[in-house]
């Protein structure tokens, strides 16, 4: 069963940073594309971050630019989002996804998801 679990997130106060981790289960990251998501209340599940299967990495949201960060440890079938400098609009529920092929951003496009994990920045 292919399976993505999440863990991390929580309440940070502005200028703070926190990681989130995926791992998977079922498959291995030589085979799929890992995106990051988020989505806050009243609005669409929008993409962050992708990362290629060779390691080629791809940012959708020019206000993490900088900021946010993707990377994967291919020996522990995990992937990071590194978060810094949170600011009180990057609060949301955040998920990583998976699907096979290339990088994007459309959330429609990724079979299977991670749990969700709560990210909340307090000014």
């Known amino acids: 069963e292919v399976q993505l679990v999440q863990a991390g997130g929580g309440l940070v106060q502005a200028g703070g940073s926190l990681r989130l981790s995926c791992a998977a289960s079922?498959?291995?990251?030589?085979?799929?594309?890992i995106g990051w998501f988020r989505q806050a209340p009243g609005k669409e599940r929008e993409g962050i971050l992708c990362i290629t299967t060779s390691g080629v990495t791809l940012n959708y949201i020019d206000s993490t630019k900088g900021r946010f960060t993707i990377s994967s440890d291919n020996a522990k079938n995990t992937v990071y989002l590194q978060m810094n400098n949170l600011m009180p609009e990057d609060t949301a529920n955040y998920y990583c996804?998976?699907?096979?092929?290339?990088?994007?951003?459309?959330?429609?496009?990724?079979?299977?998801w991670g749990q969700g994990t709560q990210v909340t920045v307090s000014s």
């Open positions: 996804a998976a699907k096979p092929y290339s990088c994007t951003g459309l959330a429609t496009l990724y079979p299977t």
């Open positions: 079922g498959f291995t990251f030589d085979d799929y594309t």
